[in-house]
């Protein structure tokens, strides 16, 4: 996923300060996925959970990222004259999954407390990075959009 990341920085990287903005928090989210999953280049012990700062850190940055594209960036694709309309009828109802599914993940695991089940959060982490990947795809296409017609 960093790699698509680095792609899309240097496809769009510099066209328009709102789509670096956007790969940078894209950027930061997936940097602390990676470091809570425990994926290369960092390592975590898998029979012990991350810690709950760093959980809470997650989401917080999760629920910023997922707020930015309905409130920042999806309206100006929508405003769009030519394809943008269609292509964001097609795939804001996938994004609009995606966010579900993220604000599940924030609902559950955003306020740790002592008693709260933690049983499944790997497993919970990993569906959300399938999601979360499924959005930076269609998010991609809607990125290409914004850049052809407002740039």
Not at 36 to 50: K, N, V
Request: net charge negative.
């Amino acid at each position: 996923m960093l790699i698509n990341v680095e792609q899309a920085e240097q496809q769009w990287g510099g066209a328009h300060h709102a789509i670096d903005n956007w790969l940078e928090g894209r950027r930061k989210l997936l940097v602390q996925y990676c470091a809570l999953a425990g994926l290369p280049p960092f390592e975590r012990d898998h029979t012990a959970l991350p810690a709950k700062e760093a959980i809470e850190n997650f989401c917080e940055l999760l629920v910023d990222y997922v707020s930015a594209g309905h409130f920042e960036f999806y309206d100006r694709i929508v405003e769009s004259n030519g394809n943008g309309k269609a292509l964001a009828d097609e795939v804001y109802p996938r994004i609009s999954d995606t966010t579900d599914q993220a604000l599940n993940f924030n609902d559950h695991y955003a306020e740790i407390d002592k008693d709260q089940d933690m049983q499944h959060f790997d497993e919970h982490l990993s569906a959300l990075g399938q999601a979360m990947e499924e959005r930076f795809e269609l998010e991609d296409r809607l990125i290409q959009t914004l850049h052809k017609e407002h740039l």
